[in-house]
């Protein structure tokens, strides 16, 4: 189970739903629902009540410089965004 959550997401829109209980993270591209909601309660001790997942797939970046085009790809990667029961709370600054 160690390794399923890689990193939380935090963006704007994921702040904002933050108030509501709604929490992004970036997690293993095995990983289904089960584990990453097991994984979450495990380490932050709260109660998960829905999971969504997303796939991202990796795009293609082209740069074009004095000594030519090089080509590369970003990686491959999968959402969750986890739902805590009322109340629950993850304070994912307190160790900064």
């Known amino acids: 189970m160690t ?3 890689y990193r939380p997401l935090v ?3 994921s702040t904002q739903l933050q108030e509501k209980g709604i929490y992004a993270f970036e997690v293993d591209l ?8 097991r994984a979450i309660q ?3 001790n709260v109660t998960v009540t829905n999971v969504r997942t ?17 080509t ?4 491959h990667f999968k959402k969750a965004i986890v739902t805590l029961k009322e109340g629950d709370k993850i304070d994912l600054f307190e160790n900064i």
Do not use: H, P, V, W
């Open 3 to 5: 390794g399923i959550i």
């Open 11 to 13: 963006t704007e829109k």
């Open 30 to 37: 095995k990983s289904n629902k089960i584990d990453i909601a």
């Open 42 to 44: 495990k380490k932050f």
């Open 54 to 70: 997303m796939n991202y797939k990796g795009k293609l970046k082209t740069q074009l410089t004095r000594r030519g085009r090089f």
């Open 72 to 75: 590369g790809k970003t990686s």
